[in-house]
C-alpha cells in the first residue's frame, strides 16, 4: 500500500513526534506490524522512483517517514532494492566530505551534509537474515542518510553537526508547496523561515559554499569523472588546446578539468553568484578560466565546441530550438547531455522536460541542426549528443 509521506514543516513547532524519535528495534519478522511495513514502505518507494526519479541510482525511504517508529529502510541502489533492517555502520575507511541532499520529508529545503564516503553497513535483511554492503560516494550518503531517519534525527540536525543550516535552492521556482518546478531562468525569492530549523537564504547559501569544499581538487576530479562522457564528446569535437565554451556551469568543474588539459576555455552563467563562485573554484584549482556574466547568452568569437550539461532540458520547445540555433552560431560543433526517459522515470530536479532519445533528436532537428553523434551514457538517464547547424 502506498502511503502519504510524513513531513516535517519548519514553521510550526508541533510536528509529528515519529520524525524526531529514535526507532524501535525489530525482534519479529513475522509480526503483522513487521511485514505490513515493510510492504508499504517498498510500495511508496516503488510510487516515489516513478514520480522523483533516481538519477543518481541511489534513493532511500524509512519507516518514520511513513509514520511507523521501527528501524527499517527501504534503499533502491541501482537496479537492486535493500530492506535495511536496523542497520549499523561497522566500518569506515573512507573521507568525512560535503554532500548536498534534500529529503523527502522536508522536501522544498537542501543541506550540505558530512558523511563518511565509504563505509560498510550491517542489517538484517527482510527475512531477518544478517547481511553487510559496502556503499561509497553518493549511496553511502544515502543510506546514512536514511540511518540517521531511525535516530530520529532530521536533515537540518545533521546539517548543524558541521555548522551547516537549510537552504532553499536559489535555482528553482516554487509553487503550491511543491519544488522545483519549471526552471526557465526564474529564480525563487530568497526566503527565511524561523522555527526550530535553522534556514539560510540562497545568496547566503552561495556565498559560503566555497569555503565548504575543503578537498576542492577532489571533489573537482570526482565531478569531473562523473561526467567523462560527456567530456569525451567534447575533447573529439574539439582539437587539443582548443576554444571551448561552457553555457550555464554551474560552479566551473567542467570547465576546469578541460583547462587543465590545455584547452582555452570560457564558460558563461547567467546567476552573478554562479558566475563569481565558478572564477573562484577554477582560481583555486589553478585553471584559466575566462568567466562572464551574460543574459542574453554573448561570447566573444568563435569556438570549436560549445557544450551543456542538462541545461537546455529545461526550456520549453520553443525556447530550446532558439537557443540551441543560437549555440550552433557561436561554435563549430555544440556538445549537449540531455535527461532521457530510462526504465522508469529519471525526474532528476523536477525541472527537465524528459523525453526518449528519439524524441529529443527529433527536437534537435527542429531547430536546424544535425546530429552527427549521439550516445546514451553508461550510468543510464542521459545522452550526450553531437550536433552542428545545417549548412
Given at each position: 500500500?502506498?502511503r502519504?509521506?510524513?513531513?516535517?514543516?519548519?514553521?510550526?513547532?508541533s510536528n509529528?513526534?515519529v520524525?524526531?524519535?529514535?526507532?524501535?528495534?525489530v525482534?519479529?519478522?513475522?509480526?503483522?506490524?513487521?511485514?505490513?511495513c515493510?510492504?508499504?514502505?517498498n510500495?511508496t518507494?516503488?510510487e516515489?522512483?516513478?514520480t522523483e526519479?533516481?538519477?543518481r541510482?541511489?534513493?532511500?525511504?524509512?519507516?518514520?517517514?511513513?509514520g511507523?517508529?521501527?528501524?527499517?529502510?527501504?534503499?533502491?541502489?541501482?537496479?537492486?532494492?535493500y530492506?535495511?533492517?536496523?542497520p549499523?555502520?561497522?566500518?569506515?575507511?573512507?573521507?568525512?566530505?560535503l554532500?548536498?541532499?534534500?529529503?523527502?520529508?522536508?522536501?522544498?529545503?537542501?543541506?550540505?551534509v558530512?558523511?563518511?564516503?565509504?563505509?560498510?553497513?550491517?542489517y538484517?535483511?527482510?527475512?531477518?537474515d544478517?547481511?553487510?554492503?559496502?556503499l561509497?560516494?553518493?549511496?553511502?550518503?544515502?543510506?546514512?542518510?536514511e540511518?540517521?531517519h531511525?535516530?530520529?534525527?532530521l536533515?537540518?540536525d545533521?546539517?548543524?553537526?558541521?555548522g551547516?543550516?537549510?537552504?532553499?535552492?536559489?535555482e528553482?521556482?516554487?509553487?503550491?508547496?511543491?519544488?522545483p518546478?519549471?526552471?526557465?531562468?526564474?529564480?525563487?525569492?530568497?526566503?527565511?523561515?524561523?522555527?526550530?530549523?535553522?534556514?539560510?537564504?540562497?545568496?547566503?547559501?552561495?556565498?559560503s559554499?566555497?569555503?565548504?569544499?575543503?578537498d576542492l581538487?577532489?571533489?573537482?576530479?570526482?565531478?569531473?569523472?562523473?561526467?567523462?562522457?560527456?567530456?569525451?564528446?567534447?575533447?573529439a569535437?574539439?582539437?587539443?588546446?582548443?576554444?571551448?565554451?561552457?553555457?550555464?556551469?554551474?560552479?566551473?568543474?567542467?570547465?576546469?578539468?578541460?583547462?587543465?588539459?590545455?584547452?582555452s576555455?570560457?564558460?558563461?552563467?547567467?546567476?552573478p553568484d554562479?558566475?563569481?563562485m565558478?572564477?573562484?573554484v577554477?582560481?583555486?584549482g589553478g585553471?584559466?578560466?575566462?568567466?562572464f556574466?551574460?543574459?542574453?547568452?554573448?561570447?566573444?568569437?568563435?569556438?570549436?565546441?560549445?557544450f551543456?550539461?542538462?541545461?537546455?532540458?529545461?526550456?520549453?520547445d520553443?525556447?530550446?530550438?532558439?537557443?540551441?540555433?543560437?549555440?550552433?552560431?557561436?561554435?563549430?560543433?555544440?556538445?549537449?547531455?540531455?535527461?532521457?526517459?530510462?526504465?522508469?522515470?529519471?525526474?532528476?530536479?523536477g525541472?527537465?522536460?524528459?523525453?526518449?532519445?528519439?524524441g529529443?533528436?527529433k527536437?534537435?532537428?527542429?531547430?536546424?541542426?544535425g546530429?552527427?553523434?549521439?550516445y546514451?551514457?553508461?550510468?543510464?538517464g542521459?545522452?550526450?549528443?553531437?550536433v552542428?547547424?545545417?549548412?
Amino acid at each position: 500500500m502506498i502511503r502519504d509521506i510524513v513531513t516535517y514543516d519548519v514553521n510550526s513547532r508541533s510536528n509529528p513526534k515519529v520524525l524526531t524519535t529514535p526507532t524501535r528495534k525489530v525482534t519479529d519478522f513475522s509480526a503483522e506490524e513487521t511485514v505490513n511495513c515493510i510492504r508499504d514502505l517498498n510500495d511508496t518507494l516503488d510510487e516515489l522512483i516513478r514520480t522523483e526519479g533516481n538519477k543518481r541510482g541511489a534513493i532511500g525511504l524509512s519507516a518514520t517517514q511513513i509514520g511507523v517508529d521501527l528501524a527499517i529502510s527501504a534503499v533502491q541502489l541501482g537496479d537492486r532494492r535493500y530492506v535495511f533492517v536496523n542497520p549499523e555502520v561497522t566500518e569506515q575507511r573512507g573521507k568525512d566530505r560535503l554532500f548536498r541532499i534534500g529529503c523527502f520529508s522536508l522536501y522544498e529545503y537542501r543541506a550540505m551534509v558530512r558523511y563518511n564516503d565509504d563505509v560498510t553497513v550491517s542489517y538484517l535483511d527482510e527475512n531477518g537474515d544478517p547481511r553487510t554492503v559496502d556503499l561509497k560516494g553518493d549511496r553511502s550518503c544515502v543510506v546514512q542518510h536514511e540511518m540517521d531517519h531511525l535516530e530520529g534525527m532530521l536533515l537540518f540536525d545533521r546539517a548543524r553537526l558541521t555548522g551547516g543550516r537549510l537552504f532553499v535552492p536559489r535555482e528553482s521556482k516554487y509553487r503550491d508547496g511543491k519544488v522545483p518546478l519549471k526552471n526557465c531562468g526564474l529564480f525563487a525569492e530568497l526566503r527565511r523561515r524561523t522555527g526550530r530549523a535553522d534556514v539560510q537564504s540562497a545568496a547566503e547559501y552561495y556565498s559560503s559554499l566555497f569555503n565548504d569544499y575543503t578537498d576542492l581538487a577532489a571533489y573537482a576530479a570526482k565531478a569531473a569523472a562523473e561526467h567523462e562522457d560527456l567530456l569525451k564528446k567534447i575533447r573529439a569535437a574539439a582539437p587539443d588546446g582548443s576554444r571551448v565554451l561552457e553555457v550555464g556551469n554551474g560552479i566551473g568543474f567542467l570547465s576546469a578539468a578541460l583547462a587543465g588539459e590545455g584547452y582555452s576555455v570560457a564558460c558563461v552563467q547567467t546567476d552573478p553568484d554562479r558566475a563569481d563562485m565558478a572564477a573562484r573554484v577554477c582560481e583555486a584549482g589553478g585553471a584559466r578560466v575566462k568567466v562572464f556574466c551574460s543574459a542574453p547568452l554573448e561570447a566573444d568569437g568563435f569556438y570549436s565546441a560549445v557544450f551543456a550539461c542538462e541545461v537546455l532540458d529545461e526550456l520549453e520547445d520553443r525556447a530550446f530550438c532558439r537557443t540551441l540555433a543560437h549555440l550552433a552560431s557561436l561554435g563549430d560543433r555544440v556538445v549537449l547531455e540531455l535527461p532521457t526517459v530510462w526504465e522508469i522515470s529519471n525526474a532528476l530536479r523536477g525541472s527537465e522536460h524528459l523525453r526518449t532519445v528519439a524524441g529529443w533528436k527529433k527536437l534537435i532537428e527542429r531547430s536546424g541542426c544535425g546530429i552527427e553523434d549521439c550516445y546514451v551514457c553508461g550510468h543510464g538517464g542521459s545522452a550526450v549528443f553531437t550536433v552542428k547547424r545545417k549548412e
